[in-house]
Protein backbone atom coordinates (compact mmCIF):
# COMPACT_ATOMS: atom_id res chain seq x y z
CA UNK A 1 0.00 0.00 0.00
CA UNK A 2 1.59 3.64 -1.17
CA UNK A 3 2.66 5.50 2.33
CA UNK A 4 0.10 8.13 2.20
CA UNK A 5 -2.94 5.87 2.00
CA UNK A 6 -6.03 4.58 3.87
CA UNK A 7 -8.33 1.85 3.84
CA UNK A 8 -11.64 2.19 5.11
CA UNK A 9 -14.40 -0.49 5.67
CA UNK A 10 -18.42 0.23 5.65
CA UNK A 11 -21.15 -2.56 6.94
CA UNK A 12 -22.91 -2.26 3.28
CA UNK A 13 -23.14 -0.67 -0.07
CA UNK A 14 -25.25 2.06 1.10
CA UNK A 15 -22.70 3.13 3.92
CA UNK A 16 -20.04 2.73 0.93
CA UNK A 17 -21.70 5.30 -1.22
CA UNK A 18 -22.06 7.83 1.35
CA UNK A 19 -18.76 7.22 2.63
CA UNK A 20 -17.74 8.39 -0.71
CA UNK A 21 -20.36 11.40 -1.05
CA UNK A 22 -19.22 12.65 2.35
CA UNK A 23 -15.59 12.43 1.23
CA UNK A 24 -16.37 14.06 -1.47
CA UNK A 25 -18.44 17.23 0.06
CA UNK A 26 -15.23 17.51 2.68
CA UNK A 27 -11.99 17.32 -0.09
CA UNK A 28 -14.35 19.90 -2.69
CA UNK A 29 -15.52 22.02 0.27
CA UNK A 30 -11.73 22.09 1.58
CA UNK A 31 -10.25 23.00 -1.73
CA UNK A 32 -12.48 25.39 -2.43
CA UNK A 33 -11.05 27.18 0.30
CA UNK A 34 -7.76 28.08 -1.66
CA UNK A 35 -9.34 27.73 -5.21
CA UNK A 36 -11.99 29.24 -7.46
CA UNK A 37 -13.07 25.85 -8.59
CA UNK A 38 -12.92 21.41 -7.61
CA UNK A 39 -11.59 19.96 -10.23
CA UNK A 40 -12.66 16.54 -10.18
CA UNK A 41 -12.76 13.51 -12.33
CA UNK A 42 -15.23 10.32 -11.86
CA UNK A 43 -15.93 7.03 -12.42
CA UNK A 44 -18.07 4.54 -13.86
CA UNK A 45 -19.86 1.76 -12.45
CA UNK A 46 -22.31 0.94 -9.65
CA UNK A 47 -21.04 2.72 -6.60
CA UNK A 48 -20.14 6.21 -7.79
CA UNK A 49 -23.56 5.38 -9.39
CA UNK A 50 -25.15 5.24 -6.04
CA UNK A 51 -22.91 8.24 -4.51
CA UNK A 52 -24.34 10.34 -7.33
CA UNK A 53 -27.69 10.13 -6.00
CA UNK A 54 -26.54 11.00 -2.60
CA UNK A 55 -24.50 13.91 -3.90
CA UNK A 56 -27.60 14.88 -5.74
CA UNK A 57 -30.39 14.50 -3.34
CA UNK A 58 -31.04 16.65 -0.21
CA UNK A 59 -29.43 16.62 2.14
CA UNK A 60 -25.71 16.60 0.36
CA UNK A 61 -26.94 18.85 -2.86
CA UNK A 62 -27.33 22.03 -0.29
CA UNK A 63 -23.37 21.69 0.41
CA UNK A 64 -21.60 22.67 -2.31
CA UNK A 65 -21.48 25.60 -4.96
CA UNK A 66 -22.09 23.19 -7.67
CA UNK A 67 -21.53 26.12 -10.23
CA UNK A 68 -17.37 25.85 -8.89
CA UNK A 69 -16.83 22.21 -9.64
CA UNK A 70 -15.67 21.46 -13.10
CA UNK A 71 -16.39 17.26 -13.59
CA UNK A 72 -14.15 15.35 -15.71
CA UNK A 73 -13.87 11.52 -16.48
CA UNK A 74 -11.27 8.76 -15.77
CA UNK A 75 -12.47 6.76 -18.40
CA UNK A 76 -15.53 5.99 -20.91
CA UNK A 77 -16.92 3.48 -23.07
CA UNK A 78 -16.69 3.80 -26.96
CA UNK A 79 -20.09 4.68 -27.41
CA UNK A 80 -22.57 7.88 -27.81
CA UNK A 81 -23.18 9.99 -24.93
CA UNK A 82 -27.06 8.59 -24.77
CA UNK A 83 -25.73 5.00 -25.20
CA UNK A 84 -26.67 2.90 -21.34
CA UNK A 85 -23.27 2.18 -21.46
CA UNK A 86 -22.02 5.72 -21.57
CA UNK A 87 -20.23 6.66 -18.08
CA UNK A 88 -21.03 10.22 -19.29
CA UNK A 89 -24.80 9.22 -19.54
CA UNK A 90 -25.05 7.51 -16.25
CA UNK A 91 -23.41 10.33 -14.51
CA UNK A 92 -25.72 12.86 -16.56
CA UNK A 93 -28.68 11.31 -15.13
CA UNK A 94 -27.46 10.56 -11.61
CA UNK A 95 -25.91 14.00 -10.89
CA UNK A 96 -25.55 16.72 -13.95
CA UNK A 97 -29.12 17.63 -14.44
CA UNK A 98 -30.46 17.10 -11.08
CA UNK A 99 -27.78 19.67 -9.93
CA UNK A 100 -28.46 21.39 -12.88
CA UNK A 101 -24.23 21.61 -13.48
CA UNK A 102 -23.81 24.33 -16.24
CA UNK A 103 -22.51 22.62 -19.43
CA UNK A 104 -19.26 24.52 -19.34
CA UNK A 105 -18.34 22.63 -16.49
CA UNK A 106 -18.47 19.16 -17.94
CA UNK A 107 -15.82 17.66 -19.92
CA UNK A 108 -16.86 14.44 -20.89
CA UNK A 109 -14.56 11.93 -23.40
CA UNK A 110 -16.01 11.54 -26.81
CA UNK A 111 -16.71 8.08 -27.05
CA UNK A 112 -18.41 8.61 -30.03
CA UNK A 113 -15.48 9.62 -31.82
CA UNK A 114 -12.45 7.20 -33.34
CA UNK A 115 -10.96 5.75 -30.29
CA UNK A 116 -7.52 7.25 -30.84
CA UNK A 117 -8.43 10.24 -31.96
CA UNK A 118 -10.54 11.05 -28.57
CA UNK A 119 -8.21 10.14 -26.29
CA UNK A 120 -5.98 12.44 -28.33
CA UNK A 121 -9.02 15.52 -27.62
CA UNK A 122 -9.16 14.42 -24.48
CA UNK A 123 -5.46 14.81 -23.71
CA UNK A 124 -5.81 18.34 -24.76
CA UNK A 125 -8.77 19.44 -22.96
CA UNK A 126 -6.79 18.32 -19.60
CA UNK A 127 -3.86 20.64 -21.16
CA UNK A 128 -6.04 23.45 -21.63
CA UNK A 129 -8.32 23.39 -18.75
CA UNK A 130 -5.19 21.78 -15.95
CA UNK A 131 -2.50 22.60 -17.58
CA UNK A 132 0.43 20.36 -19.24
CA UNK A 133 0.83 18.65 -15.78
CA UNK A 134 -3.04 18.14 -15.01
CA UNK A 135 -4.07 17.27 -11.05
CA UNK A 136 -7.40 16.79 -10.28
CA UNK A 137 -8.50 17.76 -7.05
CA UNK A 138 -10.12 14.80 -6.58
CA UNK A 139 -10.18 11.62 -8.35
CA UNK A 140 -12.81 8.66 -8.08
CA UNK A 141 -11.95 5.29 -9.17
CA UNK A 142 -13.70 1.77 -8.93
CA UNK A 143 -12.34 -1.71 -9.53
CA UNK A 144 -13.80 -4.62 -10.86
CA UNK A 145 -13.82 -8.71 -9.64
CA UNK A 146 -10.49 -8.88 -11.52
CA UNK A 147 -8.37 -5.67 -10.60
CA UNK A 148 -9.17 -3.61 -13.36
CA UNK A 149 -9.52 0.58 -12.61
CA UNK A 150 -10.68 3.00 -14.94
CA UNK A 151 -10.29 0.94 -18.17
CA UNK A 152 -6.85 -0.46 -17.60
CA UNK A 153 -7.71 -3.93 -17.67
CA UNK A 154 -5.38 -7.00 -16.78
CA UNK A 155 -2.60 -7.57 -19.34
CA UNK A 156 -3.52 -4.43 -21.00
CA UNK A 157 -1.05 -2.26 -18.99
CA UNK A 158 2.11 -3.21 -21.38
CA UNK A 159 0.39 -1.31 -24.32
CA UNK A 160 -0.57 1.65 -22.42
CA UNK A 161 2.10 4.55 -23.10
CA UNK A 162 2.38 5.68 -19.86
CA UNK A 163 3.75 8.97 -21.04
CA UNK A 164 0.57 10.13 -22.38
CA UNK A 165 -2.58 11.44 -20.60
CA UNK A 166 -5.28 10.21 -22.57
CA UNK A 167 -4.95 6.54 -24.27
CA UNK A 168 -7.59 4.43 -26.08
CA UNK A 169 -7.19 1.13 -24.43
CA UNK A 170 -7.83 -2.43 -26.23
CA UNK A 171 -10.02 -4.49 -24.05
CA UNK A 172 -9.54 -8.16 -25.16
CA UNK A 173 -12.22 -9.14 -23.08
CA UNK A 174 -15.10 -7.10 -24.13
CA UNK A 175 -13.67 -7.11 -27.62
CA UNK A 176 -13.80 -3.16 -27.43
CA UNK A 177 -11.83 -0.25 -27.32
CA UNK A 178 -12.26 1.85 -23.82
CA UNK A 179 -11.09 5.59 -23.67
CA UNK A 180 -8.64 5.86 -19.94
CA UNK A 181 -6.33 8.46 -18.26
CA UNK A 182 -3.49 6.37 -17.68
CA UNK A 183 -1.66 5.99 -14.30
CA UNK A 184 0.43 8.82 -14.51
CA UNK A 185 -2.52 11.43 -14.50
CA UNK A 186 -4.20 9.24 -12.16
CA UNK A 187 -1.26 9.33 -9.60
CA UNK A 188 -0.92 13.07 -9.94
CA UNK A 189 -4.37 13.77 -8.65
CA UNK A 190 -4.51 15.47 -4.91
CA UNK A 191 -6.97 13.08 -3.24
CA UNK A 192 -7.49 9.81 -5.02
CA UNK A 193 -10.28 7.84 -3.50
CA UNK A 194 -11.08 3.95 -4.74
CA UNK A 195 -14.54 2.63 -4.51
CA UNK A 196 -15.38 -0.96 -4.17
CA UNK A 197 -18.26 -2.80 -3.03
CA UNK A 198 -19.60 -6.55 -2.79
CA UNK A 199 -18.66 -10.18 -2.48
CA UNK A 200 -17.75 -10.37 -6.49
CA UNK A 201 -14.97 -8.27 -5.46
CA UNK A 202 -13.06 -10.08 -1.97
CA UNK A 203 -10.60 -11.86 -3.90
CA UNK A 204 -9.20 -9.31 -5.73
CA UNK A 205 -9.43 -7.11 -2.55
CA UNK A 206 -7.22 -9.50 -0.64
CA UNK A 207 -4.83 -9.97 -3.59
CA UNK A 208 -4.36 -6.18 -4.16
CA UNK A 209 -4.30 -4.99 -0.68
CA UNK A 210 -2.52 -8.12 0.83
CA UNK A 211 -1.03 -9.59 -1.70
CA UNK A 212 2.12 -8.93 -3.62
CA UNK A 213 2.82 -6.36 -6.32
CA UNK A 214 1.74 -7.83 -9.74
CA UNK A 215 0.09 -4.27 -11.73
CA UNK A 216 -0.07 -5.93 -14.83
CA UNK A 217 -2.66 -8.47 -13.15
CA UNK A 218 -4.41 -6.22 -11.30
CA UNK A 219 -4.39 -2.62 -12.29
CA UNK A 220 -5.68 -1.08 -9.68
CA UNK A 221 -2.50 -1.43 -8.12
CA UNK A 222 -0.32 1.38 -10.30
CA UNK A 223 -2.68 3.60 -8.10
CA UNK A 224 0.01 5.68 -6.00
CA UNK A 225 -0.64 9.21 -6.02
CA UNK A 226 3.04 10.62 -6.02
CA UNK A 227 2.48 13.30 -3.22
CA UNK A 228 -1.41 13.24 -3.51
CA UNK A 229 -3.81 10.83 -0.45
CA UNK A 230 -4.87 7.45 -1.52
CA UNK A 231 -8.25 6.96 0.25
CA UNK A 232 -10.00 2.88 -0.86
CA UNK A 233 -13.55 2.83 0.88
CA UNK A 234 -15.04 -1.02 0.84
CA UNK A 235 -17.60 -2.73 2.55
CA UNK A 236 -17.72 -5.76 4.42
CA UNK A 237 -18.50 -7.98 1.19
CA UNK A 238 -15.52 -7.26 -0.51
CA UNK A 239 -13.22 -6.77 2.53
CA UNK A 240 -14.41 -10.19 3.88
CA UNK A 241 -10.83 -11.71 3.08
CA UNK A 242 -8.68 -8.35 3.58
CA UNK A 243 -5.97 -9.08 6.65
CA UNK A 244 -7.07 -6.25 9.47
CA UNK A 245 -3.90 -4.45 10.03
CA UNK A 246 -3.30 -1.15 11.48
CA UNK A 247 -4.75 1.34 8.67
CA UNK A 248 -7.46 -0.50 7.66
CA UNK A 249 -10.35 1.59 9.83
CA UNK A 250 -13.82 -0.38 10.19
CA UNK A 251 -16.62 2.05 10.35
CA UNK A 252 -19.81 0.45 12.13
CA UNK A 253 -23.55 0.47 11.00
CA UNK A 254 -24.67 2.72 13.66
CA UNK A 255 -21.54 5.27 12.44
C1 LIG B 1 -16.30 1.63 -16.00
C2 LIG B 1 -15.58 2.04 -14.77
C3 LIG B 1 -14.93 0.82 -14.18
C4 LIG B 1 -15.67 0.56 -12.89
C5 LIG B 1 -15.35 -0.79 -12.33
C6 LIG B 1 -16.16 -1.08 -11.07
O1 LIG B 1 -16.21 2.32 -17.02
O2 LIG B 1 -17.00 0.60 -15.90
O3 LIG B 1 -14.80 3.09 -14.87
O4 LIG B 1 -13.55 0.96 -13.93
O5 LIG B 1 -15.33 1.56 -11.93
O6 LIG B 1 -15.66 -1.74 -13.33
O7 LIG B 1 -17.53 -1.04 -11.42
P1 LIG B 1 -18.64 -1.44 -10.31
O8 LIG B 1 -18.47 -0.45 -9.20
O9 LIG B 1 -19.94 -1.32 -11.03
O10 LIG B 1 -18.32 -2.84 -9.90
Known amino acids: MPVNSAIEILPDEE ?50 PWNRVRFFFGDERTVPPDDPESNYRMT ?26 AAAAYAQVLVRELGTRPRFDLLYLGMGPDGHTASIFPGTYAGID ?8 W ?10 LTPHVINDATHVVITT ?12 LDGPAEPDTYPVQLVAPTDGELHWFIDEAAGAK ?4 PGVAARSSSA
Open 15 to 64: HLAEAAADRFIGIVESTLRYRQVADVALAGGSTPRAMNVLLASSPRRGAI
Open 92 to 117: RETLFEPLGIPAGNIFRMHGEDDPQA
Open 162 to 169: DTKLVVAN
Open 171 to 180: VEKFNTWRIT
Open 197 to 208: GGSSKADAVHAV
Open 242 to 245: LVRR
